[in-house]
């Protein structure tokens, strides 16, 4: 298998503009994450689905964003319009069932200029 | 309060020696313990899980202490390759099946 691919592996994007990132998680994987990383706060879950279905997301900072799950096969999160401080990289992780190892996509490095 | 509260270091250690990080979780109710390792500009990966009774993998050893809310990460005999951020991480199934991931501590194994 291929892993959790996320797309772009960065992006630079002007204030104002809309960003959208992509991930594909693991095949049979029930459960995806999004994940934003700073160096001041960590890791911080934004939004979980399970059964392509958003469970909770109450870490999603703001109504600039926006996250979707179409189908067990993909995912976006959208931040419209972005902000310089939603630089940071953004996770994207999935798993197959309760209790087992959550697999991270390589990430999206977003900068907001 | 965070879900999970880790001390950021950083941790600077001389080669072969011992080091101990420690996390606490908030939510009682959470049923599986982690500790992912994460490099620098990479994702994180898991290391190993915590199990209630304690756990070894090699020089790794990793424990959990449910009524203090407590889990820890012991590493024997530091290894320069062992530089890198570990995390913790505590799953909740009470709304779901949430990851919550500690900020993680960066540790620097010196020559």
């Known amino acids: 298998d291929a892993g959790v691919i996320q797309s772009p592996r960065h992006e630079v994007t002007e204030m104002g503009q809309e960003v959208t990132l992509r991930c594909k998680p693991i095949s049979g994987h029930n459960s995806l994450f999004w994940y934003r990383q700073t160096m001041m706060r960590g890791l911080e879950l934004l939004i979980y689905f399970n059964n392509n279905v958003p469970i909770d997301d109450s870490g999603m900072p703001e109504d600039r964003f926006s996250a979707k799950m179409p189908n067990a096969s993909f995912s976006t999160l959208k931040i419209q319009p972005s902000e310089p401080r939603d630089s940071a990289v953004y996770f994207c992780?999935?798993?197959?069932?309760?209790?087992?190892?959550?697999?991270f996509g390589q990430g999206t490095r977003l900068t907001v200029v | 309060r965070k879900e999970v509260e880790q001390d950021p270091g950083p941790f600077n250690v001389p080669e072969g020696a011992t080091v101990a990080f420690n996390c606490t979780y908030s939510n009682s109710a959470s049923q599986s313990f982690f500790w992912y390792r994460q490099d620098c500009r990479k994702e994180p990966k898991l290391l190993m899980s915590?199990?209630?009774s304690g756990n070894e993998d090699g020089r790794f050893t990793a424990q959990l202490n449910r009524a203090s809310q407590y889990i820890s990460l012991l590493i024997r005999d530091s290894k320069l390759s062992d530089s890198a951020t570990y995390l913790c991480v505590v799953n909740s199934f009470g709304t779901g099946n949430q990851f919550y991931f500690g900020t993680g501590t960066s540790l620097t194994v010196i020559p």
């Open positions: 915590v199990y209630s």
């Open positions: 992780a999935s798993v197959r069932d309760r209790d087992t190892e959550a697999f």
